[in-house]
């Protein structure tokens, strides 16, 4: 038998499967309560308004001809015009020519990882961080560096390498971060901006739960502030990464990349060599219907998420014992729990779905270099009220017995 091991290219050792993936798979019971996925709630997507969005272009034969075919790399025009004025609406001025539509908000992690990283080079990221971001980025081979944070005394300086190298980007996603729930203020986006500005590095900013904001005062966009320093998105150092997939829905798989116009024309390039383009009918219909479902969607799902988060922090501060913390997130779809540093959450998994049929997402899987054991990632996305109050309830009840133990 062929040895496929010995003919991968050096990079495929950091392409694994994650320890949480396997074990979750493992136990696929229909009793387990499951906390682990952050997926939008199938039951609440817009299915009658995409089909008739579809049978609308189809059912015209110039059109349609135009949605079956080949189209060009950096997405449909009336695709990018309507998220160009839509960013200009919003407080980002913008012309069709700073964005580039992707497969998702993912692919357009991997094309910034392909054109920015070399092997070695560093990235910043926060500790915890989002794991689909570390690993799109792991294929180019980066070093990690964590990204400072409101509580970081590092200077600018104490990022550079011996011969005045420095970080390629940093990643930070300020809304409802995945997998902590938190949202940065705006001093910290302005400090994270006079970082960047002082390294003279781009950041890049994911932004995919903009829309699933359910209390609290909105912020203003890291790119927005970015584009105001600089007079301008061309000379802003912000690449904004969005997607479609939690304000309207995720199995069309198209999301954007905007920022200045030089750097979006060499992503055109990244991107046109891995598939050619996005899928030109998902972004006619997307350009049909998104001026009014965006609104509609997110007027139609926030209460009920809203009343999830409600659930889920009720019940925690219901049944958790004392030295369990968790974060109060202002919208988005996670809550981040810290235990008392003894206990090993990966290590309690197992016994979450064994003994309280409960799924949740051990927090050493968002660290780039593994870490902070004792914490876990909850989702109330896709469980209703009395079932998440039961579900927190048994998993508390575990944690009770172990801390006991």
Known sequence: MTNWQSHYARRAARMESAEVRDLLAAFTRRDVTSFAGGIPDPTLFPTAEMAAAYAAVLGDPKRASVALQYSIPEGHPSLRAWLAADMTRRGTPCAPENVLITNGSQQALDTIGKLFISE????????????????????????????????????????????????????????????????????????????????????????PYETL????????????????????????????????SKSIVPGLRVGWIIGPREAIHKLILAKQAADIQTSTINQMVLADVAETLVASQAEKVRPVYRARRDAMLAALAAHMPAGVTWTEPEGGFFIWVTLPEHIDTTALLARSMAEASVAYVPGSAFFAGGGSRHKLRLSFSVTDEATIADGIGRLAGLVRSALAE
């Open 120 to 207: 070695g080079e560093t990235v910043l990221v926060g500790a915890p961080t989002f794991l689909g971001a570390v690993q799109a980025f792991n294929a180019y081979e980066p070093r990690y560096d964590e990204l400072p944070g409101p509580e970081s005394n590092r200077t600018p300086d104490s990022f550079r390498g011996p011969n005045g190298g420095k970080p390629k980007f940093g990643y930070v996603m300020p809304e409802f971060e995945n997998p902590t729930g938190r949202t940065l203020t705006l001093a910290e986006r302005n400090r994270l901006l006079d970082f960047a500005d002082a390294l003279d590095i781009p950041l890049v900013e994911d932004s």
């Open 213 to 244: 904001r359910y209390s609290g005062e909105a912020v203003p966009l890291l790119i927005t502030l970015a584009a105001e320093r600089a007079g301008g998105i061309d000379a802003c150092r912000v690449l904004h990464c969005g997607t479609f």
